[in-house]
T-cell receptor, first 116, second 106 residues
Framework: GAVVSQHPSRVICKSGTSVKIECRSL??????MFWYRQFPKQSLMLMAT?????????EQGVEKDKFLINHASLTLSTLTVTSAHPEDSSFYIC????????????FGSGTQLSVL | EDKVVQSPLSLVVHEGDTVTLNCSYE??????LLWYKQEKKAPTFLFML????IEKKSGRLSSILDKKELSSILNITATQTGDSAIYLC??????FGKGTKLSVKP
């Protein structure tokens, strides 16, 4: 089956620094990638949808200047958490789709971000 | 406001039992309903449902969509400890329910 690789799996950083998370589709071209946030014992909260070569579409309440998403190629999307604060600590997970929201998703293994 | 509600939120059964997980939705633009299994980190795909009344099966798992009732069920027969996970329901891959945490005891 299709594989989505997400790195790093865990990152600890100081408050005020920026953190970049990568999401790669290894064996298929992902026209659409999604970024989620998941708090303990909570479901996945969609943060944004990104299509290759265009600007990401952010969900209501998600600050686009804080969570920078770049989908520069059909196999790579990045999420940069800028000027991270402790409240940004969470589990971030990406997913990828061949053809948008109507197809099954393949998920990365997630990134646990801890901001001190 | 669009929402997806799953029930129960958690369930504890013994091996061999049959379970039914529920998912109901209220969304303005429905395209599909998907079920995922999340064991540790990455959810894995189980089913995608777009048509009402057509059951999809995969081994001991099956699922069906009822567009009239705006709901779907996921059935697992003869449960095994390896079925222990959080089962997520998503509508159009945009709105996820909170999940049902299933624990299967030996």
């Amino acid at each position: 089956g299709a594989v989505v690789s997400q790195h790093p799996s865990r990152v600890i950083c100081k408050s005020g620094t920026s953190v970049k998370i990568e999401c790669r589709s290894l064996d298929f071209q992902a026209t659409t990638m999604f970024w989620y946030r998941q708090f303990p014992k909570q479901s996945l909260m969609l943060m944004a949808t990104s299509n290759e070569g265009s600007k990401a579409t952010y969900e209501q309440g998600v600050e686009k200047d804080k969570f920078l998403i770049n989908h520069a190629s059909l196999t790579l999307s990045t999420l940069t958490v800028t000027s991270a604060h402790p409240e940004d600590s969470s589990f971030y997970i990406c997913s990828a789709s061949w053809s948008g929201i109507s197809e099954k998703l393949f998920f990365g293994s997630g990134t646990q971000l801890s901001v001190l | 406001e669009d929402k997806v509600v799953q029930s129960p939120l958690s369930l504890v059964v013994h091996e061999g039992d049959t379970v039914t997980l529920n998912c109901s939705y209220e969304v303005t633009n429905f395209r599909s309903l998907l079920w995922y299994k999340q064991e540790k980190k990455a959810p894995t795909f189980l089913f995608m449902l777009t048509s009402s009344g057509i059951e999809k099966k995969s081994g001991r798992l099956s699922s069906i969509l009822d567009k009239k009732e705006l709901s779907s069920i996921l059935n697992i027969t003869a449960t095994q400890t390896g079925d222990s996970a959080i089962y997520l329901c998503a509508v159009s891959n945009l709105i996820f329910g909170k999940g049902t945490k299933l624990s299967v005891k030996p």
